[in-house]
């Protein structure tokens, strides 16, 4: 059997396949219309006829989606019509698909994942999520925990998904994995697709696409991954403004704190380029931890050095950071910074009279340096900050239906966005 003549992807899809082959973990299409739905299921298919060849009969494979609901309207009733009886048959009591005998015998379990826990003693030689975005970031690493089969050495995971300024977006857009996952990029790979790519999109999909809003558009109709959350307050925020620069040991660095208990208490560490730019390097974030180990922290930090080694030694340490931009209300912690021999600094020391406020002053100033009127991003944040990264790009918004210039953001997910544009007030304004 032919598996060109059984299904029929298109190139874009072929290239999801070719690097499904080679890496374990593998995001499809990044928009709306490219057929990423059709590409998992006839994915699986494939796989399975693969695996029965090399030996491997009667495998499981998992098709899942994030609820009932969804499963049933994006695979099942399309595996009712497209899959020919000849191929196999789906039994509705158990939710699988099963390949006949004479193709190998495999099993494609279709599933929700409103709680993925109940697929832990699972075993699956493959795993396919359509609109991995939709799911929590648990989800995947319990799944990932299912992806085995007794004595076969090329499991994998595939995915589909529209953008979302979330995990997934972490892991194969901008390859910034949790520690227990660092090392292991190469196993993560993303094959971009557009509604372009696709030759059986129907003129009423494309009048669809082309009549949505804004940020909605640029995400399902472009594949814009950083334009899939309305109200941002640095929605001019890109992949540009992020980077692996580590700083200029040889310049000197300052932090900039926000403070907090129950809330999180964000301390950023800062160094102003010779050229002007502004590098955001590392990060500390912490709840329920008392000043003085804050303080400890950042010593500890300063002696590992950057990028940060195993061990600390004398070649490797740092200087303490010179300067601290500390709220006007941390007044105890301004004074065990200076204690510690770091100078604090009330960042309202300058404060604007009037409208619009000092805080609302400071993110229209941090705005200029994520990207300036001639398009230049002064403003670089290294990828390992990455609850910065994550507030800036999808937690720090204007409140529902309210976007302006003289507007303050929601309180919450805030607290290293605060320290940001405290340093850049209290640093940047007057150059």
């Not at 004074?335 to 619009?356: D, F, Y």
Request: net charge negative.
């Amino acid at each position: 059997m032919n598996f060109s003549d059984l299904c029929q992807f298109h190139d874009k899809q072929w290239m999801a396949t070719d690097a499904a082959d080679e890496s374990r973990y593998t995001l499809f299409g990044g928009s709306r219309g490219p057929g990423k739905s059709y590409w998992l299921r006839w994915w699986l298919v494939r796989f399975l006829l693969k695996a029965a060849i090399a030996g491997f009969r009667n495998m499981r494979v998992m098709l899942a989606c994030e609820d009932y609901p969804s499963l049933r309207e994006r695979q099942i009733s399309k595996i009712e019509m497209e899959f020919p009886a000849w191929l196999g048959s789906y039994h509705i009591s158990s939710s699988e698909y099963r390949l006949r005998d004479q193709y190998g015998g495999g099993v494609i379990a279709l599933r929700n994942l409103d709680d993925p826990s109940k697929y832990q003693s699972a075993e699956y030689g493959a795993i396919a999520i359509d609109e991995l975005t939709k799911n929590p970031e648990r989800t995947f690493h319990i799944l990932r925990g299912s992806l085995r089969w007794p004595g076969f050495d090329g499991v994998r995971m595939v995915a589909a998904s529209n953008p979302e300024a979330n995990w997934v977006r972490d892991y194969w857009i901008e390859h910034r994995l949790p520690e227990e996952l660092q090392g292991t990029e190469p196993d993560f790979a993303f094959v971009p697709a557009l509604p372009d790519d696709n030759p059986h999109l129907p003129s009423s999909y494309w009048q669809m696409l082309d009549t949505l809003p804004g940020a909605l558009r640029q995400a399902w109709r472009y594949g814009d991954w950083y334009a899939a959350v309305e109200g941002l307050v640095l929605d001019n925020f890109t992949a540009e403004n992020i980077t692996d620069q580590e700083p200029d040991r040889n310049r000197p660095y300052e932090i900039s704190v926000d403070d907090g208990y129950i809330d999180p208490r964000a301390t950023l560490f800062i160094q102003r380029q010779a050229n002007g730019d502004i590098l955001v390097f590392d990060e500390l974030y912490q709840t329920k931890t008392l000043e003085e180990r804050t303080i400890e922290d950042i010593r500890e930090k300063c002696a590992a050095g950057w990028p940060p080694v195993g061990e600390p030694t004398t070649d490797d340490a740092w200087p303490l950071p010179e300067l601290a931009a500390v709220s006007h209300e941390a007044v105890a912690l301004r004074e065990r910074l200076r204690r510690a021999n770091i100078p604090a600094r009330n960042w309202m020391a300058s404060a604007v009279k009037g409208e619009p406020s000092t805080r609302v002053a400071a993110i229209t100033l941090t705005r200029s340096l994520v990207c300036d009127g001639q398009g230049y991003r002064a403003l670089k944040i290294h990828r390992r900050c990455k609850h910065l990264l994550d507030e800036i790009m999808a937690g720090w918004k204007y409140p529902e239906g309210k976007r302006s210039l003289n507007e303050r953001p929601a309180d919450g997910n805030d607290h290293a966005c605060d320290a940001l544009t405290s340093w850049i007030w209290l640093r940047v304004r007057k150059l």
